[in-house]
């Protein structure tokens, strides 16, 4: 190999790697530009930024609400919009600055938070104004404004986040005192020239009613300002000025695709539906862009947003790629910002200091949460806003993604920890009044990490297992009585499948069923009271029916409800009853007869004859007298009684042909039944007056009949020779 080689192979490594270097610092960004004026993140813009919000598309409305607020007739309004559409921005960058440009007022810009209103106003006041004189303690707000402006131009007071008057208060806003104070205010006459814009979250706004009513007073459509998000143009103007004041690459037709595609929400207002884009989403989006690393995704561009893997659940992923990299002191910063969030209310606890963070969640030391806000405050973070008394969380729009990755961060223990501590909290300021208990849901994620809470100083140990006690017992109450409650239903649901419980139910329907209800309804639920067993009530019910074959119908069934159960007595007078309705017919009388062979009741029998005798013999085939006679015959055979069934066989005199030929064989087998061969012989001999051609089904019977008594020929030749010769037979 060439001595020479080594030197270029040497020489060639060195120039590779300058080379490197070189094209890696062509990429990188010297400056970051998060926090710039244009730029604020989740930060409000300030009255110093007022230049470069002008530019920021809220020209419009600022111009119409400066014109109201200094108009000779105004004194009190209100501001109210969405969460997110930049209210705290519009007024310490737009309105106050104004405001203050101008020779005839003095604006004061106050934040309202967890503290008393009337000293949050005092505080801004002294701040604001730099009075030469204290400020009086006095609640009286004529007084307060007064002593504060003294004898220089008259205040415009701008109130932000009013809505946490309503979170604070304890009290309705007929017995609030700072609302007695106001609408005190308000009572007098305009004297001074002092005025009120109230700004709050327009979810709260229906708090507005309330407020009006109490001061006394209205407001016309000029002093209530609606600031709206923006419109997709005008977010896509706003894009362009950021990209402008910050350097950034603005490609306009895809911003304008992007934003119409995936940033702007369908709104719909008074029927009409819009396009409306968030100003935290597009600072978001652009914080984002403006932080990477490299100037290939620095730029309002697609490359930009394939970096960032589109716009879907911006806030989220921001809260997401915050906390992960500050690795396990993500979870610190989530427990920080956790209780700078009012999870019922869905806002800003309000401006907490160090010690009162502490308190709200004690498995966190002082050295921790102040490193924690010192990041969050950071340019890095902007999650949080420090004051000189505490520190507050950046924007109300962060609660919502903030709560919803809050359970993949924290884990179940720092969970149940969170939810006590704040449970605890809402429990004590309301004066541990018993509608702040822990839900069950609550109290049963707390108890099943019980061995891993925090429980804090003696004093904060007590409050708690108070509360946990306390809770305790109320879902302890009301699980009995819930269970108490559920037996009962158990057993009522259990007794009701029971016979009385059955019987309850048909007597409800048989009285619901006795005014109005149709015989088929009654008849149904008299016969189910039978067949459950209670005949004797069935009987007793009987008389709520109408038809008479009805009535015959249930009688039967309550009968032979009445054997089953071995009662003679109650059978027959339900039987005996049955016969003395006049509407009978072949079905109710053959079923009276058999029931009466059950009990083997032989004047029951005798009486069902005596009842079917008297039926007409002209309508025998609409009665069906020769099956009643079958019956009865069968009945007597059941239980032995020869001279009945001789009786039944006279019954057949005077009946007509054919329905004689069709009775005699069913006598003729009752005799059967009882042994009886002279009985079959009157049989025949009966038979022996029809004419010819119904007597030789009767021949075919009696043969029948006489085989089973081992008697095979005399009397059917003796039958025959007397069918020949068409004799007359006696049936004596």
């Known amino acids: 190999m060439p001595t020479w080689y080594n030197w270029v192979w040497g020489i060639g490594c060195v120039l590779l790697f300058v080379g490197s270097i070189v094209v890696a610092s062509a990429k990188k960004v010297t400056e970051r530009f998060v926090g710039t004026n244009a730029i604020k993140g989740l930060l409000p813009f300030e009255r110093t930024d007022a230049e470069t919000f002008a530019k920021l598309g809220r020209s419009t409305p600022l111009r119409e609400c400066l014109t109201v607020l200094t108009g000779n007739s105004f004194r009190f309004g209100i501001l109210n919009g969405e969460s997110g559409c930049g209210k705290t921005s519009f007024l310490r960058a737009g309105v106050l600055p104004r405001l203050n440009a101008r020779s005839d007022f003095r604006a004061v810009y106050v934040e309202f938070t967890n503290r008393n209103p009337v000293e949050t106003i005092r505080e801004a006041l002294a701040t604001e104004l730099k009075p030469t004189e204290v400020l009086p303690p006095s609640a009286d707000l004529s007084l307060l404004f007064q002593a504060a402006a003294g004898t220089g131009k008259p205040l415009i007071l701008l109130f932000d986040q009013f809505e946490q008057v309503f979170f604070q208060s304890r009290h309705s806003v007929a017995t609030d005192p700072f609302f007695q104070a106001l609408a005190n205010w308000y009572g007098q006459r305009m004297q001074h020239g002092h005025r009120i814009l109230l700004c709050w979250r327009r979810d709260y706004y229906y708090q507005s009613t309330d407020l009006l009513k109490r001061m006394g007073g209205s407001i016309g459509f000029q002093e209530l300002f609606s600031l709206e998000k923006f419109t997709p143009q005008q977010a896509t103007d706003v894009f362009k000025v950021i990209a402008e004041e910050t350097n950034l690459q603005f490609d306009q037709k895809f911003v304008e695709t992007m934003i119409e595609e995936e940033l702007a929400d369908t709104e719909t207002q008074e029927g009409s ?30 490359a930009a947003f394939r970096e960032l893997g589109g716009v879907e659940g ?34 800003r606890a309000g401006l907490l200091p160090i010690g009162a963070i502490q308190e709200k969640d004690e498995t966190l030391s002082a050295e921790d949460i102040a490193e924690s806000l010192d990041f969050l405050g950071s340019p890095q973070a902007r999650l949080v806003i420090a004051e000189t008394t505490g520190c507050k969380l950046a924007h109300e729009r962060l609660i919502p993604a903030l ?33 702040f208990l822990l839900g069950l849901g609550e109290w049963l994620s707390i108890r ?11 004093s904060q140990e007590a409050t708690k297992r108070e509360l946990l006690k306390q809770s305790a017992q109320r879902w302890q109450v009301r699980l009995g009585f819930l269970t108490a409650l559920l037996v009962i239903v158990l057993a009522g649901y259990g007794w009701l499948q029971t016979d009385n419980g059955q019987l309850w139910q048909l007597e409800n329907t048989l009285n619901q069923l006795k005014e109005s209800g149709s015989d088929e309804s009654k008849v149904w639920t008299i016969r189910t009271i039978a067949d459950i067993g209670q005949p004797h009530q069935a009987l007793a019910d009987i008389e709520v029916i109408h038809d008479p074959h009805k009535i015959a119908e249930c009688l039967i069934v309550i009968a032979n409800e009445f054997i089953y159960l071995k009662d003679t007595v109650q059978t027959r007078k339900a039987l005996i009853k049955a016969l003395m309705i006049e509407y009978k017919e072949d079905i109710t009388l053959s079923a009276i007869a058999n029931a009466f062979a059950k009990i083997r009741d032989k004047d029951g029998i005798n009486q069902t004859l005596r009842a079917a005798s008297s039926l007409s013999n002209d309508n025998d085939f609409l009665t069906g007298k020769d099956k009643i006679l079958s019956a009865i015959a069968k009945a007597f055979a059941d239980v032995n009684d020869k001279e009945g069934i001789i009786q039944t066989l006279r019954a057949t005199t005077g009946m007509g042909d054919f329905d004689k030929m069709q009775t005699l064989p069913a006598i003729a087998e009752a005799f059967v039944q009882i042994h009886n061969k002279e009985g079959i012989n009157q049989t025949l001999r009966v038979a022996n007056t029809l004419p010819d051609e119904y007597q030789a089904d009767i021949l075919i019977a009696v043969a029948a009949a006489f085989a089973k008594l081992n008697d095979y020929g005399l009397e059917v030749h003796r039958f025959k020779n007397e069918w020949n010769s068409s004799g007359s037979v006696e049936t004596d």
């Open 314 to 347: 911006l806030m989220e992923r921001f809260l997401r790629r915050v906390l992960e990299g500050r690795g396990p002191k993500g979870q610190t910063d989530m427990k920080v910002l956790l209780t700078l969030t009012n999870r019922d209310t869905g806002a």
């Open 448 to 458: 099943k990490h019980r061995p891993t809470i925090v429980w804090g100083n003696q």
């Open 403 to 435: 709560l919803k990755i809050a359970g993949s961060v924290l884990g179940p223990q720092e969970r149940a920890n969170q939810l006590l501590n704040r449970r605890v909290s809402a429990w004590v300021e309301n004066s541990k009044d018993s509608r």
């Open 273 to 302: 539906a819009s396009m409306k884009v968030s100003p935290v989403a597009v600072q978001i989006m652009a914080w984002l862009v403006a932080g990477q690393q490299t100037t290939d995704t620095r730029g309002f561009d697609r």
